[in-house]
């Protein structure tokens, strides 16, 4: 890729003893998640043709550059380009809309009943973890249905939001998932085993796997609120990822290199922070806080 390094992208495709549908699972579109692509391989690892109607389709590094640099984003030699901001891509543009492109152009082919885009809140952020959908994109009773059999808790009603690997395909009419995990720059346990029972629990949906039922979470979706950082500095967060609040409540504080308050940042309604910033240096209008409130209707 003119001079740049190499994008291999490993694929791992596991066919069923019996038809079946596509199901095309993706992780690791950002360098610093590290839940999603460990999900997947266990997944394949565990997962034998003889128990499969259908393909299963695992994409567990879809940036190898920024997995290789552990960064959010492609190095900045290469491009420093946000893949998860790049879809469907350019196949003329720089090397990130390039990989972005490929990888949309496989997962259009590919035909999947069902596209899976693991995440998590990688070095920066702090998630209370969900699975979500994106309002007016797609079939949304199909799509709430493969939410609440991922098996997770917080059901999560997403923005539009393109440039999302998640939010293209949904708008191309494939049915999509995609979820966020803890993250905080580590990998927990529960959090791989969450991910990995998740993708069994969408293959038990699709009936590519019959051993039991799919769960069907109960409840309602969510929306969340992002809360801007009111200055740059140090991000000092007074309300823990789970907490409940009220409209004007604390969220967190950015202080200057002296200690000295330079801005408060307050919940937008009543809810739950949903997330929290867990890098401490923030910039303003950088996210530092999500609320979380049941979604109207």
């Known amino acids: 890729m003119d001079g ?21 699972a993706a992780a690791g579109v950002h360098g610093d998640e590290y839940e999603g692509p460990r999900a997947l391989w266990e997944v394949c690892e565990a997962l034998p043709p003889s128990s499969l109607s259908g393909v299963l ?20 030699d290469i491009d420093g380009v946000n893949l998860a901001r790049t879809f469907p891509g350019n196949a003329a543009g720089s090397p990130t809309e390039r990989l972005a492109a490929s990888l949309f152009a496989f997962v259009v082919r ?6 899976l885009d693991l995440h998590s809140g990688g070095v920066r952020y702090r998630f ?8 007016g994109l797609g079939d949304p009773e199909r799509s709430r249905a493969a939410v609440r059999a991922f098996g997770v808790r ?10 999302t690997f998640n939010a293209e395909t949904a708008r191309r009419g494939i049915t999509t998932v995609g979820n966020e995990m803890t993250g905080a720059g580590g990998c927990l346990e529960e959090d791989v085993a969450a991910d ?14 019959g051993d ?9 979706f969510w929306e969340t609120t992002e809360v801007p950082a009111p200055s740059g500095g140090y991000a000092d967060i007074a309300r823990p990822v789970g907490t409940a609040v009220s409209s004007g409540s604390a969220l967190a504080t950015v202080r200057s290199p002296f200690g000295d308050v330079t801005g408060e940042a307050r919940a937008p309604h009543d809810g739950a922070v949903w997330v929290t910033r867990h890098l401490r240096v923030i910039e303003a ?3 530092i806080a999500s609320v979380a409130r049941p979604a109207e209707g």
């Open 4 to 24: 740049h390094p190499s994008a291999e992208i490993p694929v791992l495709a596991i066919a069923g003893e019996r038809p079946g549908p596509v199901f095309v």
């Open 57 to 76: 389709v695992a994409l567990p590094r879809c940036n190898p550059w920024a997995f290789a640099a552990g960064s959010r984003t492609t190095p900045v």
């Open 110 to 115: 590919a035909r999947p009943a069902l596209f």
């Open 128 to 135: 209370s973890p969900a699975v979500a959908y994106r309002r």
């Open 154 to 163: 917080n059901l999560w009603l997403g923005r539009d939001h393109p440039g």
């Open 196 to 209: 990995r029972e998740g993708v069994f629990n969408l293959l038990r949906w699709l009936g590519m796997l």
């Open 212 to 220: 039991r039922p799919a769960p069907e979470i109960p409840g309602p």
């Open 285 to 287: 209008g950088d996210m």
